[in-house]
């Protein structure tokens, strides 16, 4: 990777056939911050560059695969201009993801949340540990998962997304295969890693074209609705994070309280 070792937020190798992408920000649960992100454009790249490389395997260290967007990085700008900016930022990624010609393999063994779903949900392939748990909680603070809705609703089933987009509900790798988020679920880390091994292997039989050609026939139909949609989300996802609502469901999260919605019980 291009950055110095101190500023390394990802990793970077080729193991055979695979360009292994690790997130390696345990300190902030891998939170996606700007240079994290650029960190994994910069993966990204080269894995694609690399006439070694079939398939990018994306994978974490320590016990968070990614919490989301780094709500800690200080930015230029107004309230409006900074989440406008960091939606773009997600929306970017995602696309990046679904976009490049090799195969993407998430490699889960941990927490995800908030837009650490949406790069689930824009691999092509996922596999997850026992110490895997999902959770979709933005409803709960006040906003919502607008722009990851764009990589996650064509994968879940309608009534999984109805569910977990509105409970906040957290569920585990057997349950995240059940509904479609994760291609399979592993008992242990050594089944995790046999897994893996098996789909590099698989995947290593193909030829660049063929691969490229046949993650596009399976993307096509998300990307365009990036086309459609994405405008119109990072609005959203902007008026969202910026209203009053969004400000105390932070602030309570931050202060391990209830937020003023949930503080009472409402009377009959």
Same mark, same amino acid.
């Given at each position: 990777?291009?950055?110095?070792?101190?500023?390394?937020?990802?990793?970077?190798?080729?193991?055979?056939?695979?360009?292994?992408?690790?997130?390696?920000?345990?300190?902030?649960?891998?939170?996606?911050?700007?240079?994290?992100?650029?960190?994994?454009?910069?993966?990204?790249?080269?894995?694609?560059?690399?006439?070694?490389?079939?398939?990018?395997?994306?994978?974490?260290? %320590?016990?968070?695969?990614?919490?989301?967007?780094?709500?800690?990085?200080?930015? %230029?700008?107004?309230?409006?201009?900074?989440?406008?900016?960091?939606?773009?930022?997600?929306?970017?990624?995602?696309?990046?993801?679904?976009?490049?010609?090799?195969?993407?393999?998430?490699?889960?063994?941990?927490?995800?949340?908030?837009?650490?779903?949406?790069?689930?949900?824009?691999?092509?392939?996922?596999?997850?540990?026992?110490?895997?748990?999902?959770?979709?909680?933005?409803?709960?603070?006040?906003?919502?998962?607008?722009?990851?809705?764009?990589?996650?609703?064509?994968?879940?089933?309608?009534?999984?997304?109805?569910?977990?987009?509105?409970?906040?509900?957290?569920?585990?790798?057997?349950?995240?295969?059940?509904?479609?988020?994760?291609?399979?679920?592993?008992?242990?880390?050594?089944?995790?890693?046999?897994?893996?091994?098996?789909?590099?292997?698989?995947?290593?039989?193909?030829?660049?074209? %063929?691969?490229?050609?046949?993650?596009?026939?399976?993307?096509?139909?998300?990307?365009?609705?990036?086309?459609?949609?994405?405008?119109?989300?990072?609005?959203?996802?902007?008026?969202?994070?910026?209203?009053?609502?969004?400000?105390?469901?932070?602030?309570?999260?931050?202060?391990?309280?209830?937020?003023?919605?949930?503080?009472?019980?409402?009377?009959?």
């Amino acid at each position: 990777m291009p950055s110095p070792a101190q500023d390394r937020l990802v990793a970077y190798r080729v193991e055979g056939r695979a360009a292994r992408i690790t997130l390696d920000s345990p300190h902030n649960r891998n939170a996606l911050s700007t240079r994290l992100v650029q960190q994994l454009h910069d993966g990204l790249r080269e894995a694609t560059a690399d006439p070694r490389v079939r398939v990018v395997v994306l994978d974490h260290t %320590g016990g968070t695969f990614c919490a989301g967007a780094d709500l800690a990085e200080a930015s %230029g700008g107004t309230p409006e201009e900074i989440a406008t900016g960091r939606a773009q930022e997600m929306t970017t990624l995602l696309r990046a993801l679904l976009e490049c010609p090799r195969p993407v393999i998430g490699v889960i063994d941990g927490h995800v949340r908030a837009g650490g779903m949406g790069l689930v949900g824009a691999c092509d392939l996922v596999l997850a540990g026992p110490k895997s748990t999902f959770g979709l909680t933005e409803a709960r603070i006040g906003v919502a998962p607008a722009i990851i809705s764009l990589t996650l609703l064509p994968k879940l089933t309608a009534r999984a997304a109805g569910r977990f987009f509105l409970t906040g509900e957290t569920f585990t790798a057997a349950t995240a295969a059940e509904v479609g988020l994760i291609t399979a679920a592993a008992d242990s880390p050594e089944g995790l890693q046999t897994a893996l091994d098996e789909l590099v292997a698989a995947l290593g039989k193909g030829s660049p074209q %063929g691969l490229a050609a046949s993650k596009a026939l399976t993307t096509a139909s998300i990307l365009a609705g990036f086309d459609r949609d994405a405008t119109r989300l990072t609005a959203e996802s902007a008026r969202l994070f910026t209203s009053p609502e969004a400000h105390e469901g932070m602030l309570a999260f931050l202060q391990k309280r209830s937020p003023s919605w949930a503080a009472d019980t409402p009377e009959d």
